[in-house]
Structure formats: structure tokens, C-alpha cells
């Protein structure tokens, strides 16, 4: 197991190589348990910082070791893209020097379109990453503005480079206590997420008339579908055909009536993502 999330990290060596690296609170969860720094460090990436408390204090080490700014981020998150926006952003807004963002998900663009609280579509990645982009650039405008009526309207004030974002998707989805025990991170939205009234779910009974709601990601109980989402992209990851859902529960048996439809979509969505090139 512990090859099974190390691996789709691994292929991303040439891609992130140099980096300043963001790790959300689940995916620093599984650089504890299942990754560890000299992995990460080994990749390349000039620094692994905590995206929660990003900030431009961050960049102090690259700096010392390069004598430069940070000019490429990578930022992991396990949660919803628009769960993590705000913290994404502060990141970015950090590091003026940035040219390259790439923000890797663990989860997917299907599981972003099947919450119903979220802007995103079935092209999630695309349109966040259009939305992460003219965020930063009115940001950065904003700021250049300030600065140059600070500077009495002087043409010395150096103009921010264009950013170039890209999002895609990453199976970083469960820690490894052991080669034999998994658990998905408590951080991730497919943990955090899967709660009804404060308990957590599996422990308490699914709300009458659920059904059609946590197949539409509504609510409390729709947001089990991240949960679905979470062990479908896992199985396909390890390369296993379409798991068959066995119920001990009432909840247990909501995720598997969420999780069978969409097995078959998103072990092919997952696979074709594994199969593509990463992008520079």
C-alpha cells in the first residue's frame, strides 16, 4: 500500500523539481504516516511548507540555498478546490516572483460536479484554474496600483510576471499505518465532510429520505459521496476492478448505492488521469 500513494507522487519528480511545495493539512497527514520529508526532498522541491499558515516567510530557505525567489509553487490539498480556495490564493499572493502554480487534487473533477454546493462543473480543474488565474492577476494589479501611487506615480515599480496555473488530479487519498491498515487523512474533505449532526458517519443512522440527496451531494449526508468518490479513486489507483459494495450498516449501505453507479466513470476517469503525461 504504502507503493500504492507513493507512486503517483514519485511520477511527478520531473514536473515539480525545484519547487516551493504547499501540503494541506490531510495531505501533510500522509507525508507523516506514509510519505516523509527525504521523499518529498528527494523529488526536488527547494521546500515543503504547511499551506494553512502559507506565507512569504516561506521562501527564506529556497532563497538562502539558490540566492532566488521562489518562481514555481506545487500545492497538494485532499479537500474540495473550493474549500481550499482562500488558503490556495494567500500561497500564491505570497510569492510575487511566482510564474507557475500547479495545484494537484485528491479530488476529482466527477466529485466536484456531484456536490451541489460547489460552482464547479464536470471541467472543474479547468474552470479553477481560469478562476485562480484572474484572481491573482486582479490581486496583483491591485497591489501594483498601490505601489505605484506610493512611488508618486513612478514607471520604477517592477510589473508581477504572468502566472500560469494549471489543476490536475493526484491520488493522494489514504495514510499507511501499516503495509496492511489504511485510513483516509481526518483533514480531507472525503473524512471531514462524511459527518451528520456531529457524529461521525457509520455511527449514527442515515436521515430519513437521504437517499436521493447523498446521490445529488446535498447536505450532510450527500457529502458521503466524497467518501464514495475517495475509496473508488483508492481502488483504481491499486489497480483493482470494480469493487463490489458490501454493507454493515445503514450509512455504509448509502455509500454503496452512491459508490456502484459511478465505479465504472470514475475508475476510467482516474486510470486515463495515471495514463497522462504530466505537464510542465
Excluded at 498601490?146 to 493526484?170: Q, W
Aim: charged residues 15%.
Amino acid at each position: 500500500m504504502f507503493e500504492v500513494i507513493q507512486a503517483p507522487v514519485l511520477d511527478l519528480a520531473e514536473s515539480i523539481q525545484g519547487s516551493l511545495l504547499y501540503l494541506d493539512a490531510g495531505a501533510g497527514e500522509i507525508a507523516r504516516t506514509t510519505l516523509g520529508l527525504p521523499f518529498l526532498f528527494g523529488l526536488g522541491v527547494s521546500h515543503v511548507c504547511l499551506l494553512e499558515t502559507a506565507s512569504t516567510e516561506d521562501a527564506a530557505f529556497p532563497l538562502l540555498a539558490t540566492g532566488c525567489l521562489p518562481t514555481k509553487l506545487t500545492i497538494f490539498t485532499t479537500q474540495l478546490l473550493t474549500d481550499a480556495h482562500q488558503q490556495i490564493l494567500r500561497a500564491v499572493l505570497a510569492h510575487p516572483a511566482l510564474i507557475s502554480v500547479s495545484v494537484y487534487s485528491s479530488v476529482s473533477e466527477h466529485a466536484h460536479a456531484c456536490q451541489a454546493a460547489s460552482e464547479l462543473g464536470v471541467e472543474a480543474y479547468r474552470e479553477y484554474a481560469e478562476l485562480l488565474q484572474e484572481e491573482v492577476r486582479r490581486a496583483r494589479a491591485a497591489g501594483l496600483a498601490t505601489a505605484s501611487s506610493s512611488a508618486g506615480g513612478g514607471s520604477g515599480v517592477p510589473r508581477s510576471p504572468l502566472l500560469g496555473v494549471r489543476v490536475a488530479f493526484l491520488p493522494l487519498l489514504a495514510c499507511c499505518l501499516d503495509p496492511g491498515l489504511i485510513v483516509l487523512p481526518a483533514a480531507s474533505s472525503a473524512a471531514r465532510r462524511a459527518v451528520m449532526g456531529g457524529v461521525a458517519a457509520g455511527f449514527a443512522p442515515l436521515e430519513a429520505g437521504a437517499g436521493d440527496a447523498a446521490v445529488q451531494g446535498e447536505g450532510a449526508s450527500g457529502a458521503l459521496s466524497l467518501t464514495a468518490h475517495g475509496l473508488l479513486a483508492l481502488a483504481a489507483a491499486m489497480g483493482a476492478p470494480r469493487p463490489e459494495p458490501y454493507a454493515i450498516g445503514p450509512v455504509s449501505s448509502a455509500m454503496g448505492k452512491i459508490g456502484y453507479p459511478l465505479s465504472v466513470s470514475l475508475l476510467a476517469e482516474a486510470r486515463c488521469a495515471a495514463e497522462a503525461s504530466p505537464l510542465m
